[in-house]
């Protein structure tokens, strides 16, 4: 969420961007509330792309599966880091996997991800550094690191 009062977002300003958001958050209201009233009044996929991505900042990956609708999804259909998200959510689940087809090269470089942290189990700096050079682009460094 913006503050009104910072001077590190760009030369918009955060009323700007509520203004193009059609709503202002309450006050005292978390920034995860105000990105779900906005998808619960309006359900368009801005607001529901929005609401993905704050459930994948919080790292909230059983509410983003949930809202998601994504169940039997090819993955090439899905952004990158949805896909990334998911894959990692059925390794965490296995239980409970989602069923979706995810694109091969997410799939090899998920491996390679977890093997990298296989290796390294001993030394969580080295995992992480050699995880940032490889991996750092990625929805799964975000979430372990």
């Not at 910072?6 to 995860?32: C, D, H, I, K, V």
């Not at 991800?113 to 050699?130: M, P, T, Y």
């Given at each position: 969420?913006?503050?009104?009062?910072?001077?590190?977002?760009?030369?918009?300003g955060?009323?700007?961007?509520?203004?193009?958001?059609?709503n202002?958050?309450?006050?005292?209201?978390?920034?995860?509330?105000?990105?779900?009233r906005?998808?619960?009044?309006?359900d368009?996929?801005?607001?529901?792309d929005?609401?993905?991505?704050?459930?994948?900042f919080?790292?909230?990956?059983?509410?983003?599966?949930a809202?998601?609708?994504?169940k039997?999804?090819?993955?090439?259909?899905?952004?990158?880091?949805?896909?990334e998200?998911?894959?990692?959510?059925?390794?965490?689940?296995?239980?409970t996997?989602?069923?979706f087809t995810?694109?091969?090269?997410?799939?090899?470089?998920?491996?390679?991800?977890?093997?990298?942290?296989?290796?390294?189990?001993g030394?969580?700096?080295?995992?992480?550094?050699?995880?940032?050079?490889?991996?750092?682009?990625?929805y799964?460094?975000?979430?372990?690191?």
């Amino acid at each position: 969420m913006f503050s009104y009062n910072s001077q590190q977002t760009t030369s918009y300003g955060a009323s700007e961007y509520y203004t193009r958001l059609g709503n202002e958050p309450f006050g005292g209201e978390s920034g995860m509330a105000f990105c779900h009233r906005m998808y619960a009044k309006n359900d368009s996929a801005i607001y529901r792309d929005i609401y993905l991505a704050a459930l994948l900042f919080e790292k909230n990956l059983p509410t983003f599966v949930a809202e998601s609708a994504v169940k039997n999804a090819v993955g090439s259909a899905l952004p990158t880091h949805y896909q990334e998200a998911l894959v990692l959510y059925n390794d965490l689940h296995p239980s409970t996997p989602v069923a979706f087809t995810p694109d091969s090269a997410v799939v090899s470089r998920f491996a390679e991800f977890r093997a990298l942290e296989q290796e390294h189990v001993g030394n969580s700096i080295v995992a992480k550094n050699l995880a940032k050079r490889k991996f750092g682009d990625t929805y799964w460094f975000y979430y372990d690191f």
